[in-house]
């Protein structure tokens, strides 16, 4: 797994031509050069060369070029004391100069002094070795969440530490992100490296990771590298490697995995359909980190999955990186519950909100027979998920993290196992597929409260419902971990539980819709650093020193031109010019993903254009005059509000279809600059619902602007002297 070369990747990535293996010897030894790759689900290998080799110092050997996916070398001694030293892979690159790689290293932790302390030493030894790849390369930011870190020990030149509220992971990531971003105009980070605190590091994994970057190709460098998580526990086993979110849950294609075992080392090679990789360690491109970018302030859980669906960047995993985490899956704690469910129907209202109820059923579902199964605190706090997301989004802005964490219910917690538990498990049986049944399920409900039997039973990992008849308590046991769990029978407990599922599922009926429209609306906002400099407490440094403006789109469209020409500009505009921009949509669409993209702020506030067919009836406008009273009318309040709070200096409206940011600006005294870029009536077919007032309006505007001298001769005695023409086209260069 460590010392093969993954050859396939290697050359479509980097595109090297030539590679050697620079051994450093002190003997006789016979060099056997492999390659290998599957064959029909099989091992296919491949003896190269056989060489006898007697030396001392380094010892190079050119490898050969073919099409298997790894390459790899055995080494045998031919004669008593001979000493291998170590070694590494080598190429030619030629008339390429290698990419310039300066990593920042992110680190979250919360009482995880040991690791930390570790982990540092093995990076502070490499960043002063100037035979390491990470030479002067690395700068660490490490977010202390429980603030026991000894400061004056170890920070120094490339490491940094700040204390930091307890937020979670969430927000330790994020404060090690802005404290980088920070930073950035001096140091010009290339890549940002997210690593758990609770890891065993090596640092060849890091190395390894500089020297890919250092080599890939233009094309593949917005790419995310990530790395495996192993368990600390048995140390040869990968228990995740880069998965997917699919619909409703996960896809995992590589857990669980022997790494003694060859085939799957080949299996580990194979390019998966991925689209996230966890921050256990996850290398990310620096140019998607902006203060427009930042990941939700959702405490833990779900955090990198977000961020990774968000970016949509392409996931490269290399055998040879990763970490041993210290991650103990069979040992649950209820509290985390809350988070996975609140949690994921918050990112499901952004990227499928259509697929948020149908979450929520399932999950209302699966932690009510927790209750059956005795387990009151994962009912419990799994329904509470349900209902604060239902809250929506301004409830969940102004929600104290902290103290909402410290209030979720857990009411049991994992002790150290003894023999005679061990020897009285059983294996507990699956619920059969009639436990679905509400009748099935009463009949366990009626069992809990009117038995009069007190057994105790012990079952080896989980119980199902079936094992809680007859019982008071029940002992889970997990073996791998030597810890056990009591669940007793509550019936304080269960009512509760069934109080809680009424609860939720009234939320979704009633409060749902609203709340996936909220944050499908206005997750944005908690995506900036403006917002997260507020939620931390800290000095926001982040700040554009450039104007701020607000585009006013009349589509949320991917497919309209006006559309992507505005993204365009203002992606333009914020990165090149320093201009801080946001867009304001006026309905929900399949454009925000390209204003995602393209790093470009957005807010939803619900509005009606004020353009109509050519000869439409009476009754038709009449119709639209009354859309425009009952939806402009708010919408104009909320952005006078959006004005007033955020300070823009300009608003620029798109086309000539939307008008409310006109009104709104005129009554803030804004400038506004109207960007015209159809004729309406000429192509197509429609006009203005009153074009006297929309005139008079759109003169009102400092600037307009038109896209083609035809449509600059049409408004030009409209407008008179504030009319401009620019072609509907940005060089980029």
């Known amino acids: 797994y460590f010392n093969s070369f993954s050859l396939s990747k290697w050359i479509k990535y980097t595109g090297i031509d030539n590679l050697k293996i620079s051994l450093d010897l002190e003997g006789e030894f016979a060099l056997y050069i492999y390659s290998a790759r599957l064959n029909n689900g099989a091992v ?12 001392k110092g380094n010892y190079i050997y050119s490898l050969p070029f ?27 690159l030629k008339w390429r100069v290698p990419n310039r790689i300066k990593l920042a290293i992110g680190i979250c932790t919360f009482r995880r002094e040991e690791f930390i302390i570790a982990n540092l030493d093995r990076l502070a030894h490499a960043v002063n070795d100037q035979n390491s790849a990470l030479y002067n390369r690395i700068s660490v930011f490490i977010s202390d969440n429980g603030q ?9 030149e490339n490491i940094h530490i700040v204390y930091n509220k307890n937020l979670g992971g969430a927000g330790g990531f994020t404060r090690s992100l802005i404290e980088a971003l920070n930073v950035q105009d001096k140091e010009r980070f290339t890549n940002f490296l997210f690593l758990d605190d609770d890891i065993l590091l090596s640092v060849y994994a890091v190395e390894r990771n500089v020297a890919f970057l250092s080599m890939l190709l233009p094309k593949y460098q917005n790419s995310v590298i990530g ?17 997917k979110w699919q619909r409703t849950g996960f896809v995992f294609n590589r857990r669980d995995i022997d790494m003694r075992d060859t085939i799957n080392i080949l299996l580990n090679e194979q390019e998966y359909d991925v689209n996230y990789n966890a921050w256990c360690y996850c290398c990310i491109p620096f140019s998607i980190v902006t203060k427009y970018n930042l990941p939700l302030p959702i405490f833990f859980h779900m955090d990198d999955v977000e961020y990774g669906l968000r970016n949509k960047l392409p996931v490269i995993t290399l055998n040879g990186i990763n970490v041993w985490h210290l991650y103990k899956k069979a040992l649950v704690n209820a509290k985390n519950d809350y988070y996975d469910v609140r949690n994921r129907l918050i990112m499901l209202s952004q990227f499928t909100p259509e697929l948020v109820k149908e979450l929520a059923y399932i999950y209302l579902n699966s932690f009510t027979k927790e209750a059956l199964k005795f387990h009151y605190a994962r009912c419990l706090n799994g329904l509470e998920g349900i209902i604060d997301f239902s809250k929506g989004y301004e409830w969940f802005r102004r929600l104290d993290t902290e103290k909402k964490h410290k209030k979720l219910f857990n009411n049991v917690k994992w002790k150290n196992s003894s023999e005679d538990i061990d020897r009285n498990a059983i294996v507990s049986m699956p619920d059969e597929s009639s436990m679905r049944l509400g009748s099935e399920k009463r009949k366990i409900a009626l069992n809990h409260i009117f038995s009069l039997k007190n057994e105790q039973k012990v079952f080896f990992n989980d119980n199902s419902m079936t094992d809680t008849i007859d019982a008071k ?30 609860k939720a599922l ?9 709340a996936i429209k909220e944050f499908n609306y206005r997750i944005t906002e908690l995506q900036t650093g403006d917002f997260w400099t507020k939620y931390l407490n800290i000095p926001n440094n982040l700040k554009i020193d450039g104007k701020k403006v607000l585009f006013v789109a009349s589509d949320n469209d991917a497919t309209s031109g006006a559309f992507r020409s505005m993204v365009v500009l203002s992606s333009i505009l914020q990165q090149k010019y320093s201009i801080e921009v946001c867009v304001l949509l006026p309905k929900n669409g399949d454009g925000t993903p390209l204003l995602r993209e393209a790093g470009v702020r957005y807010i939803i506030i619900d509005s009606e254009d004020w353009i109509v067919k050519i000869g439409c009836s009476k009754k038709e406008k009449k119709e639209k005059r009354k859309k425009i009273r009952k939806t402009n009318i708010c919408a104009i309040k909320k952005l006078c509000k959006l004005l007033q709070e955020e300070k823009f200096d300009l608003v620029h409206i798109n086309t000539s279809y939307s008008y409310i940011g006109a009104i709104a600006a005129k009554k803030k005294n804004i400038p506004v600059v109207w960007h015209i870029r159809e004729f309406l009536e000429e192509d197509q077919t429609r006009e203005m619902l009153n074009r006297k ?39 980029h260069k």
């Not at 495996?228 to 995740?240: C, G, H």
């Open 66 to 92: 073919c099409s298997d996916d790894i390459l790899y070398f055995e080494l045998t001694a031919l004669e008593d004391n001979c000493v291998f030293k170590g070694g590494f892979y080598e190429t030619d």
């Open 693 to 731: 007032k929309g005139y008079l309006l759109l003169n009102s505007a400092t600037n307009v602007v038109a896209i083609s001298d035809s449509i600059y001769n049409k408004y030009k005695d409209v407008c008179k002297d504030k009319i401009v023409m620019i072609y509907n086209g940005i060089d």
């Open 473 to 502: 308590s029940i002992c889970v046991y997990v073996p791998s971990e030597q810890k056990v769990i009591y669940y007793r029978k509550n019936n304080f407990l269960a009512f509760r539980c069934l109080i809680k599922h009424y």
């Open 148 to 156: 026991t870190l000894p400061l004056s020990e170890l920070e120094s």
């Open 227 to 243: 790395g495996a998580m192993f368990s600390t526990d048995e140390r040869y086993l990968q228990f995740e490697s880069a998965a």
């Open 44 to 55: 296919s290998r491949s003896l190269h060369s056989k060489i006898k080799i007697r030396a």
């Open 506 to 514: 009234r939320s979704i009926k009633k409060s749902f819709s609203r």
